[in-house]
């Protein structure tokens, strides 16, 4: 019985990619625990960037500052 | 102190279901836990289709393909 | 696909009352919104009286003053 | 490895209030508990009036009684 | 900036399995969004088989009838 | 009627540290945005080095690493 919640900042998550975040929990899920798919539920919940903080700033503001969260 | 949090996919949820998810849960806990209401709080968050996974799959696509969640 | 999750002070909630509380929020969510027992999922969190603050005060320090969530 | 969510009603808060917030919550974080920032997350969730529940009533019905929720 | 909250019934889920579980789910929001995996955090949490309801039933209750999650 | 969760990593936080939080992030939420005290909860929430994973490792992993989350 799995439930599976994923917060991140909303700059553009396509349709496609939250297709291939949901599969890709679900089959991590099932690989691992062996957990009946139908019972695993994932939800994505994407934050505005003046609402997620981090290191004490608003990431609106670390964007504004040319700080990115891509890999480098 | 209990604090509930409902999550459902957002499919024309009335303000009326709302407030009788709100008064039910409410009801509940004071019944059966003997509560105070006056420290209960609960919150329904609504999730987009695209953004609730199930069985692998988003809901969206589920509900494109004539699948729902209605009771039988 | 609804989940729900009720959190509430770790003051000796017992097993048959949990099952009144995941009996009773699935019953309502399935008269409110019409929804499949079978898609809904309850998680009670059950929380230490020192990890529950109200009014800026620990729930155990509230409760050695004898102030208690009890209905009146 | 802090993480935080801090949810409001939907009320008009300012970009500038939660900045306040994310920073405050930070530094209480790493002075309390001596937390490097840069592993400290905050994330606000601003609530529809229509999806609070409190004491029963949803939050829209009681801000149209008169009634709110600020600091006597 | 993702933070990602695991929530599964305590069934015995070793410590390599939750490894798996973080790598796995770090490797994903890097692979998908492309996310420095120094900004992502995950989070798993076990809950008691009184504490999470399906369908109405305790999967406490559920498990002695010899219902289980496992895939089939 | 703010709800206010912190996650941190379990490691020897005290009862007074979590009263110091609790009263932080209480009278933080009434200077901000003005808010009864009592109307707001704050739930602490410790999870187990196992449990957190950072940059795709476990938290318990990066310690027996001696790498800590201490402000430098």
Request: avoid cysteine; charge should be negative.
């Amino acid at each position: 019985m799995p439930y599976i919640k994923i917060e991140v900042t909303r700059e553009g998550v396509t349709r496609e990619q939250k297709q291939d975040l949901i599969k890709g929990v679900t089959d991590l899920i099932t690989r691992v625990l062996n957990k009946d798919p139908q019972l695993t539920h994932v939800v994505i919940q994407e934050i505005e960037l003046d609402d997620w903080g981090y290191a004490g700033e608003q990431v609106s503001v670390l964007r504004e500052k040319g700080i990115t969260a891509e890999k480098k």
